[in-house]
């Protein structure tokens, strides 16, 4: 939550230096970059935050919570690097859907093992 609101938060500060007044999503490129960053991390949230409950429920937790620190610190450097310039994200994201596919793996073996093992 707290990575969401810092999001949030550049946001609005980019509203006030570039004078973009709600709800106008136009504007100075890096304002449109930084609008284009929260929306994105913020789209994949719920599956993050899903996946990661799954994970650590059926799996386990340590490794699970090691995913997700990964995750956010890539998400980071994802919004980070697409304020600066588009190719800046590009890394970031990769290592991203990655990690959630790393998630996805361990939510289906520890539900696998949970549900199908004797």
């Known amino acids: 939550v707290l990575f969401l609101a810092y999001f949030a938060m550049q946001v609005i500060y980019a509203r006030r230096k570039y004078k973009i007044s709600p709800p106008e999503t136009t504007g100075h ?3 449109e970059r930084t ?3 929260q929306a994105n991390c913020s ?3 719920p599956i993050f935050i899903s996946l990661l409950w799954v994970a650590g429920i059926f799996f386990h937790q340590g490794v699970t919570a090691a995913c997700g620190l990964l995750y956010l610190y890539s998400r980071l450097k994802y919004f980070q690097g ?3 310039a588009a190719q800046g994200r590009l890394a970031p994201l990769y290592a991203s859907a990655w990690l959630l596919w790393v998630l996805v793996g361990l939510a289906l073996a520890g539900l696998l ?3 199908l093992w004797p």
Request: charged share 20%; hydrophobic share 55%.
């Open 29 to 31: 490129p890096e304002f």
């Open 35 to 37: 609008f284009r960053a």
């Open 43 to 45: 789209e994949y949230f």
């Open 82 to 84: 697409y304020a600066v």
């Open 113 to 115: 093992v949970h549900f």
